[in-house]
């Protein structure tokens, strides 16, 4: 059960990149690494997913190192509806998924 | 979101009485899982499952017991509810098949008075 560990909370502008990163020292060999988003009184959603190196989608890129004990979300030129908190998440392993606290994104104009 | 849905979305009980949540998918995904939020926090598991009549514990168990007698609903049972227990419920699936994705439902807003 891999634990992970994230900023509490960072703030950014409106048109800027974001970084957020997520240390997960004891990720086993099986596990991919799953960013999720969350906004007020909804569920969390799913943003992206990788196993190694870079993996980009339409809204974020993720950067998994090659020891992959950390991974970065990137967010490019966020406007104020990425206002959320986001969580990054790594299994399977044991199907046991426990969210970390996440980190609460605020964007500011 | 993987047609889950959960009910009652919104419920208003009192101390010591029983309540039941249900979350119901439509995806035959194996795993479930139920999930609290408290205002300000994360996400905390309560029980998961890996299957028909198969239940594990989370991190906060406690006060909770759950079932699932068939693929495609999970219940969460507060058996007798206390005021700490107010809070927002999630339930979600895991697709093994495919990408480990989480799909989570909408939610149930739990007061306990």
């Known amino acids: 059960l891999a634990k992970t560990t994230q900023p509490i909370s960072m703030d950014s502008y409106e048109g800027q990149e974001v970084n957020i990163t997520c240390s997960h020292n004891?990720?086993?060999?099986?596990?991919?690494i799953t960013w999720y988003q969350q906004f007020p009184s909804q569920g969390p959603r799913f943003i992206i997913q990788?196993?190694?190196t870079k993996v980009t989608n339409e809204v974020a890129s993720l950067f998994i190192p090659a020891d992959r004990k950390s991974s970065t979300l990137s967010l490019p030129r966020v406007s104020l509806s990425d206002t959320a908190v986001y969580y990054c998440?790594?299994?399977?392993?044991?199907?046991?998924?426990?969210f970390g606290t996440g980190t609460r994104l605020k964007v500011l104009a | 979101d993987a047609g889950i849905t959960q009910s009652p979305r919104h419920k208003v009980t009192e101390t010591g009485t029983p309540v039941t949540l249900r979350c119901h998918q439509t995806?035959?995904?194996?795993?479930m899982y139920w999930y609290r939020q408290d205002p300000g926090h994360g996400l905390r598991l309560i029980h998961y499952s890996y299957g028909v009549k198969d239940t594990d514990k989370g991190e906060v168990s406690d006060g909770y017991s759950v079932s699932r007698s068939k693929t495609e609903d999970f219940l969460l049972t507060l058996e007798s509810a206390t005021s700490s227990q107010t809070s927002v419920y999630f339930c979600a699936t895991v697709d093994v098949e495919s990408s480990y994705e989480q799909y989570f439902g909408p939610g149930t807003r739990l007061t306990v008075t």
């Open positions: 998440l790594v299994g399977p392993g044991t199907y046991k998924y426990i």
């Open positions: 995806e035959n995904h194996r795993y």
């Open positions: 004891n990720i086993a060999t099986n596990d991919y």
């Open positions: 990788g196993y190694k």
